[in-house]
Structure formats: C-alpha cells, structure tokens
C-alpha cells in the first residue's frame, strides 16, 4: 500500500496558476504509476492526467491538455501536477492516486491507493 498526502491546493483567479504536489510513502513509490484526478460536487471522480513509474510516458484528459503537467520526482516519492491557465470549470476536488501497472491508466478502477483531495477553487 501507498499512503498519498496531496497539497498545494487554493482560491485562484481565471488564468492563474497553480501547482499541486503529493507526497507518497510506504511501498517502493518508483515501482507505481501515479494518477491525478478530480472530482466537482454531483460528479463523478475525472481523470486528469497520468505518469508511468519507468519511463515517463504521460497521458492527459482533452480539457487539460496544453495547459496541465504532471511529473514526478522517484528520489523524493513526489509527484506534481503543474495547472496554468486555470477556468472556472477546474473547479474540484483533486486527487493523487498511485496504480501498480500502467494498465489502463485513466481509469480509476486502475488506482489501489488515493490520497484525502485537495481543493481548488477558481473564481471568475
């Protein structure tokens, strides 16, 4: 098991930026593929983006990609999602989420272990 401590969350303005990070421990953090998610009041937990634990490989939801980065630092059990040009409709709950295998990486259902969420707000 993964434990998953997410932070960095915040009240921006429309086109601000903002960078969460989340803090793993507990199993060897490189072995896994690292998720972010997201979830707005009356809907379903999102996928955001996603980062293999070998080589880097990512993927994106269309809605943010161009303006979201997700990385990964394995020495130091980090993983970031950088959000620039921020709208309203990035409104959520966001959260880190670490699968075993980068078997079908934008599901859910892929992710064992899920950090609390932490929430970004941005006001128009």
């Known amino acids: 098991q993964v434990q998953l401590v997410e932070s960095g969350g915040g009240l921006v303005q429309v086109g601000d930026s903002l960078r969460l990070s989340c803090a793993a421990s507990g199993r060897t953090f490189r072995n896994y593929a690292m998720g972010w998610f997201r979830q707005a009041p009356g809907r379903e937990r999102d996928f955001v983006a996603t980062?293999?634990?070998?080589?880097?490989?990512?993927r994106y939801a269309n809605s943010v990609k161009g303006r979201f980065t997700i990385s990964r630092d394995n020495a130091k059990n980090m993983v970031y999602l950088q959000m620039n040009s921020l709208k309203p409709e990035d409104t959520a709950v966001y959260f880190c989420?670490?699968?075993?295998?980068?078997?079908?990486?934008?599901?859910?259902?892929?992710?064992?272990?899920w950090g609390q969420g932490t929430q970004v707000t941005v006001s128009s």
């Open positions: 989420a670490a699968a075993p295998t980068f078997s079908k990486p934008t599901l859910a259902m892929a992710y064992n272990d």
């Open positions: 980062i293999s634990w070998n080589d880097g490989s990512t």
